[in-house]
């Protein structure tokens, strides 16, 4: 079955330092979600790409997806306390019925320090 | 707007007792997502229903899980008899779909702890 794969793990930063997770599928994918998860919360869709190549920008934040739409980034950058948590990113189903849902990344932990 | 609500917040209970979680999506949304979530696994898609019609339960653990959801307001995931490996979090989470995935809104989530 499909797999979404994120690296890092964990990242630890200092306050300021950017931050990058990466997200890699084994399929080609109609499009990629995003989501952020603070500690004890749940997840937060954050955005959606569709496009090959699309990059958008929510202040802070870089979400890119390939050419290819197997891969895509999110970038911190300038890194603050309050972006600490698990980001994921989730692809759709391959085919049929199973569209409906998400596959989701194993998520990277950020944490900052202050 | 009220956004997907889900109870009991947290659930302590002895192992081999019955355990329901219920979860009431946001309104006008077509399809729902229960999930599992622990430190080991990550976020586990346990069920999905379109309509009210459960489309694929391929992640449901083993007969003990059960999940139904009776109208489009309200849905239940049932475990019985529950295990001590059963302790995670569980999340519901809606969306409306059409033609490509929109946004999952997801509930608070579910502390499960069986002893």
């Known amino acids: 079955g499909q797999q979404v794969m994120q690296i890092p793990q964990y990242q630890h930063v200092q306050e300021g330092e950017d931050f990058t997770t990466y997200c890699n599928s084994s399929?080609?994918?109609?499009?990629i979600q995003w989501y952020k998860q603070r500690p004890g919360g749940h997840p937060v869709f954050l955005i959606q790409?569709?496009?090959?190549?699309e990059v958008k920008k929510q202040k802070r934040l870089t979400f890119q997806f390939g050419e290819a739409k197997k891969n895509s980034s999110l970038h911190i950058t300038a890194t603050q306390t309050t972006d600490v948590g698990t980001y994921f990113c989730?692809?759709?189903?391959?085919?049929?019925?199973?569209?409906?849902?998400?596959?989701f990344g194993k998520g990277t932990l950020l944490t900052v320090n202050p | 707007d009220a956004g997907v609500i889900q109870s009991p917040r947290h659930e302590v209970t002895e192992m081999g007792q019955e355990v329901t979680l219920r979860c009431k999506p946001i309104s006008g949304h077509n399809s729902l997502f229960w999930y599992r979530q622990t430190m080991m696994r990550g976020l586990e898609l346990l069920i999905y229903?379109?309509?009210?019609?459960?489309?694929?339960d391929s992640g449901m653990p083993e007969d003990r899980f059960s999940a139904k959801m009776p109208n489009a307001s309200f849905s239940t995931l049932k475990i019985q008899p529950s295990e001590p490996r059963d302790s995670a979090v569980y999340f519901c989470?809606?969306?409306?779909?059409?033609?490509?995935?929109?946004?999952?809104?997801f509930g608070d989530g579910t502390r499960l702890s069986i002893l």
């Open positions: 229903f379109n309509n009210n019609v459960p489309i694929d």
């Open positions: 790409l569709v496009k090959s190549g």
């Open positions: 989730a692809g759709p189903g391959n085919s049929g019925g199973s569209n409906y849902k998400l596959t």
């Open positions: 399929t080609t994918l109609s499009n």
């Open positions: 989470a809606s969306s409306f779909w059409r033609q490509i995935n929109q946004p999952q809104h």
